[in-house]
C-alpha cells in the first residue's frame, strides 16, 4: 500500500511559479508510474503530466505543455511538479497518483492517490 502526502501549493500571482512535491510511503516507489491530476471546483479531475517508473518518459496536458515539469528522485521517494508562468486557469486541488503500471493518463488508471494541495492563482 502506497501512501502519497502533496505539499508545496499555494497562493502566487498570475506569471509566477511554484512547485509541488509528493511524498511516498509504504510501497515500492521506484516501481511505480506515477501522475499529477488538478480538480477545479465544479469541474472533473484532469490530467496534468505523468512519468514512468524510470523517470525517462513524460506526458503533459496540452494545457500545461511547456510550462511544467514533472521529475522524480527514486532516492528520495518523491515526485515533483514545477509550474511556471502560472495562469489563474490553473487554481485547482493538485492531487498526486501512482499505479503499479506503465504510465496512463486517466485518473480510473491509478491506484493510489494523495489528499490534494491547493493552487491559487490569482489576476
Known amino acids: 500500500q502506497v501512501q502519497l502526502v502533496e505539499s508545496g501549493g499555494g497562493l502566487v500571482q498570475a506569471g509566477g511559479s511554484l512547485r509541488l512535491s509528493c511524498a511516498a510511503s509504504?510501497?515500492?516507489?521506484?516501481?511505480?508510474?506515477m501522475g499529477w491530476f488538478r480538480q477545479a471546483p465544479g469541474e472533473e479531475r484532469e490530467f496534468v503530466a505523468a512519468i514512468t517508473l524510470s523517470g525517462g518518459s513524460t506526458r503533459y496536458a496540452d494545457a500545461v505543455k511547456g510550462r511544467f515539469t514533472i521529475s522524480r528522485d527514486n532516492a528520495k521517494n518523491t515526485m515533483y511538479l514545477q509550474m511556471f508562468s502560472l495562469k489563474p486557469e490553473d487554481t485547482a486541488v493538485y492531487y498526486c497518483a501512482a499505479r503499479s503500471r506503465s504510465i496512463a493518463i486517466r485518473p480510473n488508471d491509478y491506484d493510489y492517490w494523495g489528499q490534494g494541495t491547493q493552487v491559487t492563482v490569482s489576476s
Open positions: 509504504g510501497g515500492t516507489f521506484s516501481s511505480a508510474a
